[in-house]
């Protein structure tokens, strides 16, 4: 069963395909409407504003905290009732290294705060860090999906992998809309979740 959406899709699959196009087609928007740019760097109110923007026309709870404990694999993410205290912990994070941007994405990435769609946003959220206090981003291109996905999972517990992986795929290439765009393609989506536990207030 798909996910609950505004564009009426029951279908999984349909709901895949038609989620990457939006979400594209509003990632560039994002990129050429200067919007990155008033954002805040590192904190979830950045976050918020670029998932809200990413999956507003695909779901309701786009920039919404999500509602239900969810978990990939056998690790479960921060639970419901930690979310807002672990967003408030990574906000006050420190951000001015590479290491210390790292391990503020790897956080976010523990404490993912929304129903669908962490991945991307996170990304995106990565980078304007990385543009702001190091005027460096990643080039997606350089970075391979399987190692990736594997780095991510380990994270929590080893994070030399992800930041052998970033750093060795770093740019000064800021402006392009092509390095930016490469983080928001599908291979690399870090998405899936499925949920474990439902809480009243869905």
Excluded: C
């Amino acid at each position: 069963m798909a996910l609950e959406n505004k564009l009426g899709l029951t279908s999984s699959a349909d709901l895949a395909r038609e989620e990457e196009r939006i979400s594209k087609k509003k990632a560039l928007a994002l990129f050429e409407n200067g919007m990155l740019d008033a954002l805040e760097p590192g904190t979830f109110s950045a976050l918020r504003a670029i998932h809200t923007f990413l999956f507003d026309e695909i779901y309701d709870f786009a920039g919404e905290l999500r509602a239900v404990n969810i978990s990939k694999g056998s690790f479960r993410f921060a639970p419901l009732m930690y979310l807002e205290a672990a967003l408030a912990n990574i906000d006050k994070m420190p951000q001015s290294t590479f290491d210390e941007i790292v391990e503020k994405y790897v956080e976010m990435n523990i404490a993912p705060p929304f129903r669908e769609g962490n991945g991307r946003s996170a990304r995106i959220w990565l980078d304007l860090m990385f543009k702001t206090s190091l005027r460096k981003v990643v080039d997606w291109s350089r970075v391979d999906k399987e190692d990736y996905l594997l780095a991510m999972e380990r994270s929590p517990i080893r994070d030399i992998e992800i930041k052998y992986l970033l750093k060795a795929a770093l740019t000064d290439d800021i402006d392009s809309r092509e390095v930016y765009m490469k983080g928001i393609d599908h291979s690399y989506y870090y998405e899936g979740y499925t949920t474990f536990k439902t809480e009243a207030l869905l």
